[in-house]
């Protein structure tokens, strides 16, 4: 039985349209419902039932949570949302085609941006619409913690104090947890988890939707790790 389970939102509409997407708060597409729902399915096989659970400010995240939890009937465990956990955001190329960009600037320049662990994207001006200053979610943030754009490192800079705050004390009090984030406020929760060196977080992916299990030791450093979809639930899964 699972200790964490990790998931990325199900696909948005903006995953859809393969375009940057960041702190833009974009809903789930249709495929996007489908994928929380077969989420919830999974995570009920495998008898895996959080007791509390943690997610973003953005939509994407909170209704593959709530989408989720409907299916394991458990919409009135305890969430705590945190922008914390937000997407990295995506500075100036937030809206852009990820494909109309590579051919425009050349895929190398695309990959830097998406993949490169301590490289950011260009900045958003403050007074641009899309930067965090004007939006009312951010507003008990201070200047520092409302970025224009963020590296890799700089996502698992915020993420991480949030870990150790608010996640690792319930882990350690021996309840699940269930995070519903995103892909790359995700692979910084990986990296962290499982040690991956600088050099080799380019190369991990999280896929949407697809619940990513951890089993924990007393230290919180895995004992194990695997994706639901991957492997049958062993035994009867636990009672509800
Ligand atoms: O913000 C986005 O565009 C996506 O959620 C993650 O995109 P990436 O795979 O390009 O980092």
């Known amino acids: 039985m699972p200790d964490l389970i990790l998931l990325r939102h199900g696909q948005s509409d903006w995953n859809k349209q393969n375009r940057f997407t960041g702190w833009t708060d974009v809903d789930l597409s249709d495929a996007g419902r489908s994928e929380a729902e077969e989420a919830g399915r999974l995570m009920a096989a495998h008898g895996f039932y959080p007791e509390i659970c943690f997610t973003s400010y953005l939509k994407r995240a909170i209704r593959t949570l709530w989408i989720a939890l409907d299916g394991l009937d458990r919409m009135w465990v305890p969430v705590q949302k945190h ?115 600088d050099a080799d977080i380019p190369g991990v992916e999280i896929p949407t939707g697809t619940p990513l299990a951890y089993r924990l030791d007393a230290a919180l450093s895995p004992t194990d790790k695997f994706y639901l979809s991957e492997r049958s639930p062993s035994g009867i899964a636990a009672a509800k």
């Open 83 to 197: 922008w914390r956990l937000n997407e990295r955001h995506y500075g100036d190329l937030q809206g852009l085609n990820k494909a109309e960009m590579a051919a425009k600037v050349g895929e190398e320049q695309v990959h830097v941006w998406r993949r490169s662990f301590d490289i950011a994207p260009p900045a958003l001006k403050p007074d641009d619409p899309r930067h965090p200053d004007g939006d009312p979610k951010y507003a008990a943030l201070s200047e520092q913690e409302r970025p224009g754009t963020e590296s890799l490192k700089d996502t698992i800079d915020r993420v991480l104090p949030y870990w150790h705050q608010a996640v690792a004390p319930e882990l350690k009090a021996g309840r699940k947890v269930l995070i519903s984030a995103h892909g790359n406020s995700l692979r910084g929760l990986v990296k962290y988890l499982d040690g991956i060196s």
